[in-house]
T-cell receptor, first 109, second 114 residues
Framework: GDSVTQMEGPVTLSEEAFLTINCTYT??????LFWYVQYPGEGLQLLLK?????DKGSNKGFEATYRKETTSFHLEKGSVQVSDSAVYFC????????FGSGTKLNVKP | GAGVSQSPSNKVTEKGKDVELRCDPI?????LYWYRQSLGQGLEFLIY????????KSGLPSDRFSAERTGGSVSTLTIQRTQQEDSAVYLC????????????FGQGTRLTVV
């Protein structure tokens, strides 16, 4: 069945470090792919999305590229800030959404 | 409204009681989803409504759980005879059409069964 696997956390980085959170998916068709973010005490927010192969989604300095050949949608940011500390969820969407288990990111000053 | 609204934000109930959780989606969104997030866990799909089609109930964990959507707008998730394992945050989301465009989530209802 359709599913998403993302790297386990927590991930702890120093401010201005490079971030990668790995996400791979299994799907029977060609889904859209998403990254959601959940800041402490807040609800889930859509961070970025890509709707077809080779599309790159970007927002707030974060990027992810839809790679059909490796079934991946890794999240990257060149220089993280303390304010990026949150839980990040990778998801795929057809008519409903399948979410990964979430990766907690801690950024230290 | 401007976003997805859920009520109540917190609910404490005694084991064995019934609870109703409400979701008011973004106006014009035809798709509505319910998910459950247990402490430190990912999101578990419960049910999905799309327009006038029959809902996808494949994620409901038992027959104690049911949901309805009236007039294609407001949805109510009902849990009968609550158990302690039902304690979780129940999230509602809506989207313009199907999952391909992304969904917007409400703040959730934190349910605690004591």
């Amino acid at each position: 069945g359709d599913s998403v696997t993302q790297m386990e956390g927590p991930v702890t980085l120093s401010e201005e470090a490079f971030l990668t959170i790995n996400c791979t998916y299994t799907a029977t068709g060609y889904p859209s792919l998403f990254w959601y973010v959940q800041y402490p005490g807040e609800g889930l927010q859509l961070l970025l999305k890509a709707t077809k192969a080779d599309d790159k989604g970007s927002n707030k300095g974060f990027e992810a590229t839809y790679r059909k050949e490796t079934t991946s949608f890794h999240l990257e940011k060149g220089s993280v800030q303390v304010s990026d500390s949150a839980v990040y969820f990778c998801a795929l969407g057809f008519n409903k959404f399948y979410f990964g288990s979430g990766t907690k990111l801690n950024v230290k000053p | 409204g401007a976003g997805v609204s859920q009520s109540p934000s917190n609910k404490v109930t005694e084991k064995g009681k019934d609870v109703e959780l409400r979701c008011d989606p973004i106006s014009g969104h035809t798709a509505l989803y319910w998910y459950r997030q247990s402490l430190g866990q990912g999101l578990e799909f419960l049910i999905y409504f799309q327009g006038n089609s029959a809902p996808d109930k494949s994620g409901l964990p038992s027959d104690r759980f049911s949901a309805e959507r009236t007039g294609g707008s407001v949805s109510t998730l009902t849990i009968q005879r609550t158990q302690q394992e039902d304690s979780a945050v129940y999230l509602c989301a809506s989207s313009l059409e199907t999952g391909g465009v992304g969904a917007f989530f409400g703040q959730g209802t934190r349910l605690t069964v004591v």
